[in-house]
Structure formats: structure tokens, C-alpha cells
């Protein structure tokens, strides 16, 4: 009788022994890869001071934890389901699977570390959007960082197998039959799970904001764990992923919604009626509340109309909107020739996005993009649709794959009658990984503009400023700044040269050019999601369609969005359809929203602030933040999550 109880004890005690090694080695594996994201940032310019690196790992322990708790419970019963098997085959059974689960966690973990140097935000289910198009999914990273990557993952699954053989289960563990007893206490086990996982035994489960400690934006995304945030990501509904607290009462957010989106009444054409200071819009203080003429920059009623949408192309590479030296070209035109506008800000971070903010007047989403949502992008109203009813020839041109991110369809539903992409080029010239270079795409366009029928509107978006920054016949070396720069340079050139030639085209004297950014980027200086200098662009309007005697300058505060309003104002049209779009010519109100993976921005005059919905608190503000301005970026947020719910 003692022998056998001596031996029951200890076989309940070895499949205990092996959950509290699993425990102690998902526990150690975590922090470890927390640390290796914290070295691998460090290589890209982002390092936190010791004491937030100390903060990160412990508070991140507790969604450590909960991870530990989701392979601890399906371990369990694994345990539970091999121990009627025979002695040796239980082993052979628990430790593949158990294989398998450690090569995704580092999987993960590894694909977290670059995914974040670009995007910076931790792995969620945004990458999945672009898994559509693999190859230009891929094409943002160089081939021997996704070979180096991938030669991480190996090594370390390896050596994770090894231990876990070893650490875990060493091969001359045998555990015998399973009794009762020990199986009810390994439920026990099982289901005490629940506290780690779900971090504490209030109300509220684990989330972001759980292991968020400091006010410094970086080192409360270090703390949190990427295969809870995908896991979470992954496992959320469709109304989860834009559902917000609500901070504001619905009517207090329409009314502010309103009264920000308000313009000036129109009384008459006529162009010198309008308060200019100078030659420059240069701030609210020059509008007047009172009816006004409009501010007429067309010369013809119907012009042609080239609107080139560049990659990338962030102020911070111009002298005169940033302190770059990248954008010579556009720099010499500045507040010389044309109109330049020059607190522009993108809708987002991604091109998708920027793409439908353009063309549609309409904000970003936060881990959704609504070009992936054709029911709900048929709903919304483009201004290349009206144009078209104006008696437009339109074309779309754009030198990579425009299945990639459902850009064709979406350029389809925007109302544009032909798509030019990539493969009608001659394969030699598509010696990009994206594509054909800027170069080539805008020799084709200038070709199209010869023949093409007036009045014409064409679009082309540039690809070159794009990772992993290739310049056309030559090598771009250096740190990955120093590719960008060089590929920003490149593609303002190709710009400057397009004018040149369009300039000596009989179409120059009744065209006119647009251009502005899809969206900023963080280099060069490698700015937050919580800067709004990351979002800064350029936008200017060149092109003998506009009159001699007009301001040069802009200085309003103005979004993206306000594109479509502002095209159509000059063109005598209204733009009702368009809710989230001002003519910046005629709005009472300057400011910008801007939506980043997990938050959002508001930036008005020499203030800015940005709220993370994940840590669900402020994590900067720039300039004073009165709370009449909070509760305006407060609203025109609500206000955009309720319409694209509403489709």
C-alpha cells in the first residue's frame, strides 16, 4: 500500500513537474523576446533609458502571462488526452504539438520585429489585408532582411525544440496510467487558468491598457505581448474592431461636427473680394464669418486635370515645409509659381487609405481599410465619378500591381474608365520590386496626354519612395535614411522633369496639376505615430489652367480629405456628397484627423494631440490643448466611425 501511494504521488507530481516547466519556459521565452524587439529597434534608432526598459518587462509579464495561461489550458488537456495512451507514445504525441505551438509564437515574435520598424505598432490583423498580392506584401523588405529573418526564425525554433525536449519532457520520462484523482486535479489546473489569462479578477479583462505604465508611447508598446495582440486581433467581431467609447454625448458630437465642417456662403464670383494678407491664407484670423465671394484659382471653367499621388513623400524632405534638402524641385516652386498649401496632413499611414481619403473625401479607419470593403466603398461618393458626369476622359496609372490592396477595383468604383498598371509596360523596365520606376510612368502619361481627349482627368501614383527604396540602373546604398532620401530626391526630380516637358506640351495652357503625398513616412528622423509631423505632406497646385493674380500660399490647416470639396469649389460644383470634406477655400474652420492603427490624432493651428484606443489615454499633445479642441477631434472621430458603421 505505502509503495503504491509513493508511486501515484509521484507520477501526479512529474505531469505537474511538466506544466510548471511549460510555465517557467513560455514565461522566460516571452521576456526574452521582448527584449530581443527592444535590441532589434535599437538597430533602427528607437532605445528607451534602463528604467523603461525595467517597466516593459514587468508590466508586460502579465499579458506574458495570459499568453501562457491560452498554452497552459490546451497543454493540459492535451496531457490529459495522451495519458491513455501507452507510456512511450504519449511523449511522441505532446511534444509535436507543442513543437508546433513554440515555431508560430517565434514566428510571431520575429515578424513582430520588422513589422513594427515600419509600421510602428505592434502585429495585429493588418498584415492579413495585404496577403492578397504576397509578393508586393513582400516587396517593402529586402531580400536578405527576409532571409536573415527567416534563418532567425529557424535557429531559434530549433533550439526552443531542443530545450523542450530536453527541459520539458526529457526522454526517459514515462509517465504511467493516468488515475482519477490526477486527473481531476489537472482540470483543476486547467481552469484555474482563467486568472492569468484574463489578468485580474475584475470586470475588466485583460487589454492593452493593462500593462501600459508610463506616458512615454514606445515603452507601453514594448510591454505588450504580439501573439496576445494578434491573437486578440484575430479573435475580435467586425464591430469590435470599430467599436469606441463613446466621448461625447451624439448630439454634442454632431453639433461640433457641424460647426467644424461649416463654410462661408457664396455671394458672387468674383476673386478680389476675399481678405488676403499679403500674397498668403495665412491663418483663421483672415477669414471673415461674413458671405464671401469666391476665391476663384481657375482661370477655365473646365480644365484638364492631372492629379500625381506620391509615395511617401513627406514634408520633412523639403526645405521649405520641413529641414530636408530631398525636394529641390518642389522647393523652387514654393510660394512662386502656383498654389501651395502648406499644412497639409494625410488621412493615415498607408497608401490604401490615402488612396480613398483623396479620391472619396473620406477619413481613414483604424485596423481596417475600407478598400478591402467593396459593399461599403460603393456607398461612398468619389469625385472622379462627378467629373466623369462633367464629360472627363479619365485614367488611372500606377506602375506596380493594382490588384495589390484592391487599388483597381477601387479606382474602378471611383468612376475612372481605364486603369494603366504594370504589366502594359515593357518587362525590362520593370526592374523595381514594386514595379516600373516613376521615370517610366510619367513618359507614359505625358504620351497618353498628347492623344488624349479634352477635357481629360488623369491620376498617377508614384511607387519609387517606397521600401526598400530602389533607384532605376544604380545601386542606392547606406542606412535605410540615407536609401529614402535618396529615393525622395529621385521621384521630386522625376516630378520637375514631367512639368518641364508638360510646360512645353499645347496642353500645359488649360491643365491643371495637383500634387500631394498619400501619406507621410517616418523617416527621415524616425517620428511616432504620435508626431503629427509624421503626417505632414505637400500639396501644390501648378498649370496654366490657373489665373496670373492668386495667392501662392495656404496656411490653413487642412486634411487630405478636403481635396475633393476644394477640386470641386474651383469647378463650380457642389459637394454635398461629400460629408467629411471643406473647401479649404471657404471653411470657417482649419483642421486635420488623422487615424493610425490604434488611435487617432487631432491637429488644429500650432496644436495636436493623439489618442491611443488601446491604452485608451492621450499619449501626446504638442502646443495647448484646450478642451474645446479635445472635444473637436473627439467628435469629428465619433462622427466618422458612426458613418462607416452606418454603410
Known sequence: MGYRRRSRQHRTR????????????????????????????????????????????????????SVAGYVLVLLTLLLLAVSFLRPQAQRRVFLPVHTLLLVVYVGITVVDWELFRNWQ???????????VSPSEALASTPVWVVASLVGVMALLSYLLVQVARY??????????????????????????????????????????ATVAFSDNLYA????????????HDLLASEEQYLRYHEFLPQEESRRRFDRMMAEKPLTRPLEDSLEVQGDSLAHDSVWTNKPTAKLQLLRIARPNIVLVLMESQSAKFSSVLGSGRSMPRFDSLYGREGVAFSRMYSASTRSDKGIVSVLAGYPAQTKKSIIKYTRKLQQLAFFPRRLDSMGYQSSFYYGGDADFANIKTCAYIAGFQRVVEGDEFPSELG??????????????????????????????FTLTNHEPFELPGRANGGS???????????????????????????????????????????????????????????????????????PHEVHRVSAQMDL????????????????????????KHGGAMVIYNNGYGWVKDSSAYFYDHDQEREVSTEGEVSDSMRRDGQAFFMESIRHYNGL
Open 431 to 460: 526592374n523595381s520590386k514594386w514595379g516600373v520606376h516613376d521615370e517610366y510612368l510619367y513618359r507614359r502619361l505625358l504620351t497618353d496626354i498628347d492623344t488624349a481627349r479634352r477635357p481629360f482627368f488623369k491620376m498617377l
Open 14 to 65: 512529474s505531469r505537474i513537474n511538466i506544466l510548471i516547466r511549460l510555465a517557467l519556459l513560455w514565461l522566460l521565452l516571452q521576456e526574452a523576446g521582448r527584449l530581443s524587439f527592444l535590441l532589434y529597434q535599437q538597430f533602427s534608432g528607437q532605445s528607451l533609458p534602463f528604467d523603461k526598459v525595467l517597466g516593459a518587462l514587468l508590466h508586460g509579464l502579465r499579458m506574458d502571462a
Open 220 to 231: 507601453n508598446q514594448a510591454a505588450v505581448n504580439p501573439a496576445w495582440n494578434l491573437l
Open 167 to 208: 527541459f520539458v519532457w526529457p526522454r526517459d520520462t514515462q509517465l504511467p496510467r493516468l488515475r482519477l484523482r490526477e486527473g481531476l486535479l489537472l482540470l483543476l489546473l486547467a481552469a484555474f487558468m482563467i486568472l492569468p489569462i484574463r489578468g485580474s479578477l475584475s470586470v475588466a479583462p485583460m487589454n492593452v
Open 480 to 550: 535605410e535614411e540615407d536609401k529614402m532620401v535618396a529615393t525622395a530626391r529621385y521621384a521630386d526630380s522625376c516630378f520637375g522633369d514631367f512639368l518641364d516637358t508638360l510646360r512645353r506640351s499645347p496642353a500645359w495652357d488649360s491643365t491643371l496639376v495637383i500634387m500631394l503625398a498619400d501619406h507621410g513616412h517616418r523617416l527621415p528622423g524616425n517620428t511616432s505615430n504620435g508626431e503629427s509631423e509624421r503626417y505632414h505632406i505637400p500639396m501644390i497646385w501648378l498649370g496654366g489652367a490657373l489665373r496670373d493674380s492668386i
Open 121 to 131: 505598432s505592434r502585429i495585429d490583423i493588418t498584415p492579413f489585408i495585404y496577403l
Open 564 to 587: 475633393a470639396a476644394t477640386l470641386l469649389g474651383q469647378l463650380g460644383q457642389s459637394h454635398g456628397e461629400f460629408p467629411f470634406s471643406r473647401d479649404i477655400l471657404r471653411a
